[in-house]
């Protein structure tokens, strides 16, 4: 099952176990309930502020809502070999090309803290602005990308590479006609 098919089943379990409503989970996490519902039901892949916010009201890493499996030790990934794609549309709306899509490359790595990610970012599409406690790193493989963080913009090449708090509202576009590649790796406190 692909990571982001695990968030929502991950997500009801654990809120059941914690004995919560999804009243009570909305108002802690400051999400919308419609959200958490269609996350739940499997119909709505949501982009990662959200999910940080619902996995910090739970009490839980990221991780743990869009792991595969936890390994405790170092994990290597090789190339071709990371694990399942979560797929982000534009402000989640069904039929529209994915903006992003996210490859985990330490799924299987128990009790990490940051959350390394090989990003694909299509073009002409603009992901919801996001905004989450922790910080971020983008580094770019292949294209052009554009990020928009709170008023600058910034404007990264190949070899590029921006780091930063992610509490400010901030998203990533590729630049042009071509499709843009970057590792990107999240940090969001527990």
Do not use: W
Request: with cysteine; proline share 5%; net charge negative.
């Amino acid at each position: 099952m692909a990571a982001a098919g695990l968030a929502g089943p991950r997500t009801a379990t654990l809120r059941t176990t914690l004995g919560l409503s999804v009243d009570e989970l909305a108002a802690r996490s400051g999400c919308d309930k419609g959200l958490i519902e269609q996350l739940e039901r499997g119909e709505l892949a949501p982009s990662l502020a959200p999910l940080a916010k619902i996995a910090r009201a739970l009490g839980v890493r990221l991780g743990t809502l869009l792991d595969d499996e936890q390994k405790v030790g170092p994990v290597v990934t090789r190339r071709d070999e990371a694990t399942g794609v979560s797929r982000f549309r534009n402000a989640g709306k069904p039929g529209i090309e994915p903006a992003m899509e996210y490859r985990a490359l330490a799924s299987g790595k128990s009790t990490r803290h940051m959350e390394p990610f090989l990003v694909t970012i299509s073009p002409g599409q603009s992901q919801e602005i996001s905004a989450h406690e922790g910080e971020e790193f983008i580094y770019v493989l292949e294209g052009q990308v554009e990020v928009e963080y709170g008023k600058e913009t910034y404007t990264l090449a190949v070899g590029d590479s921006i780091y930063f708090d992610s509490i400010v509202p901030h998203r990533a576009q590729a630049v042009g006609s071509a499709s843009a590649r970057v590792i990107s790796t999240v940090y969001a406190p527990a």
